[in-house]
C-alpha cells in the first residue's frame, strides 16, 4: 500500500515515551548465555536495553505513562481522544485489548480502542491507520501508542535471540493541523518469510512444542531487513516528490546497527542525519521508532519544517515507511530514561 497525503492535513503534536528502570549490560547477559561484549557490540551495535523484572510489567504499565507524557505534551485532555491504538505484539493479555485497558486507565470514555498486530512495524501501521480516520474526518484526536515488553517472551537460553531485544513503549498524539505534517506512507507484508520471526503456539494453532518464545533465523532477517529498508524509503519518497536530500531526520528501526549503517550508505543519508539509540535500548520492537523520536526531539533535531523520514521492519514480515513534515515544538520531551 502507498499513498501520498491528499486528505486533510494531520500531525503529531505530542511525543511521550517509557523504559523499565532496569539497565541490562551486554555482560549481563553474558552470565546468563555464551556470548561476549565484544560479539553483541560488534555484531549488533548494542551496549545495553531495557528489561523488566521477570514477571513485574505488562504493556499497560509502559503504555500508560507514554501516553500521558504524550497527551501533556499536546495539550490534550484524555477524553478528547476518540481513537485510541496500541501497536503490540505483547498485549497484556488476547483480550480485552491492551488499548481497552489503557483507554479506560486515562479516561476515555467516548474513544474506539483496539490492538494492532504487525510486529516491529506496528507503530509505522497504526500512525497510518491513525492518519487515514483524521483525514477523513471520523476521528478528530488520536492517540497511537508502540510498545512491547519484549522479555516476556525471550527465550533467556537463545544466545541468538537474547541479546538483541529490549522492553519500552512510546506514544503519539495525532491531530488535524493547518499545515505540514505527513505526507505520505508506504506499508507492506509478505507473510511467506512469516516463519523466519515468529512466536509458535501464542494463537490458535497448536504446535508441539509448547514453548512459547520468539523463535528467529536471523540470517534470514537481516537479508529481507536490509531491503527492505531501502526499497520502502525509497518507494515514499519517490511518491511524495522528495528526494533523501530533502530529509533532514531519518528515524529508522533501531534493530541492528549494521542494519542501519546499510540502509544508510545505500540511501545516501549523512550520519548526522540518523537517529541511533539501539546501542541503549536495544530493539524494543512497536517501540522503536517513538523512542527514537523522543531522542531526536530531546538532541533538538525535531523543529517545526524538519521533514523527517520513519522506516520501520519486522516480523510478519512487514515493513513500512512514513514520511512528514514536523510541525511542533518538541521542547521538554524528556529522554525515556
Ligand atoms: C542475529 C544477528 C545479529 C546475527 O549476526 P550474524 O552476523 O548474522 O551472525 P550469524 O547468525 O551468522 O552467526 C555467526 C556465529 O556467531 C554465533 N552467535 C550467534 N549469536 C551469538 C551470540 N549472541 N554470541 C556469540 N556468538 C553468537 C553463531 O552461532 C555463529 O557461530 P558459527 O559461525 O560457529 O556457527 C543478525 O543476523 C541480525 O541482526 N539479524 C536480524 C535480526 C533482527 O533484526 N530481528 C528483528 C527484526 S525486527
Not at 90 to 107: E, R, W
Not at 245 to 267: M, W
Not at 270 to 275: G, L, M, N, T, Y
Request: with cysteine; aromatic share 6%; net charge negative.
Amino acid at each position: 500500500m502507498i499513498g501520498s497525503a491528499n486528505g486533510r492535513p494531520v500531525s503529531i503534536t505530542g511525543l511521550g515515551c517509557e523504559v523499565p528502570e532496569r539497565i541490562v549490560t551486554n555482560e549481563d547477559i553474558a552470565e546468563i548465555v555464551d556470548t561476549s561484549d565484544e560479539w553483541i557490540v560488534s555484531r549488533t551495535g548494542i551496549r545495553e536495553r531495557r528489561l523488566a523484572e521477570p514477571g513485574t510489567l505488562a504493556m499497560s504499565d509502559l503504555a500508560l505513562p507514554a501516553a500521558r507524557e504524550a497527551l501533556a505534551q499536546a495539550g490534550v485532555a484524555p477524553a478528547e481522544i476518540d481513537v485510541l491504538i496500541v501497536a503490540t505484539v505483547t498485549p497484556d493479555m488476547a483480550f480485552p485489548s491492551t488499548a481497552a485497558i489503557v483507554a479506560d486507565q486515562l479516561g476515555m470514555p467516548d474513544a474506539a480502542a483496539y490492538d494492532l498486530s504487525a510486529g516491529c512495524t506496528g507503530f509505522m501501521y497504526a500512525i497510518a491507520q491513525a492518519y487515514g480516520m483524521l483525514a477523513a474526518g471520523l476521528s478528530r484526536k488520536a492517540l497511537v501508542i508502540g510498545g512491547d515488553v519484549l522479555s516476556s517472551i525471550m527465550d533467556w537460553t537463545d544466545r541468538s535471540t537474547l541479546v538483541l531485544f529490549g522492553d519500552g513503549a512510546g506514544a503519539v498524539v495525532m491531530e488535524q493541523v493547518d499545515e505540514g505534517g505527513f505526507l505520505g506512507f508506504e506499508l507492506g507484508a509478505d507473510g511467506g518469510g512469516g516463519d523466519t520471526l515468529w512466536l509458535p503456539g501464542s494463537g490458535s494453532r497448536t504446535f508441539e512444542d509448547p514453548e512459547r518464545f520468539i523463535k528467529m533465523n536471523g540470517r534470514e532477517v537481516f537479508k529481507f531487513a536490509t531491503r527492505v529498508m531501502v526499497t520502502s524509503a525509497e518507494a515514499i519518497l519517490d511518491e511524495c516528490g522528495k528526494t533523501m536530500d530533502d530529509v533532514d531526520v531519518y528515524v529508522p528501526h533501531q534493530a541492528n546497527i549494521r542494519i542501519i549503517d546499510h540502509a544508510a550508505r545505500k540511501l545516501g543519508v549523512p550520519r548526522e542525519k540518523i537517529v541511533v539509540n539501539v546501542d541503549r535500548y536495544g530493539n524494543t520492537s512497536s517501540g522503536s521508532i517513538p523512542l527514537a523520536l523522543a531522542d531526536a526531539a530531546t538532541d533538538g533535531r525535531l523543529r517545526p519544517g524538519k521533514l523527517v523520514l520513519m522506516t520501520g521492519m519486522g516480523a510478519g514480515l512487514t515493513w513500512g515507511s512514513a514520511l512528514m513534515e514536523w510541525t511542533s515544538e518538541t521542547e521538554g520531551i524528556r529522554e525515556a530514561a
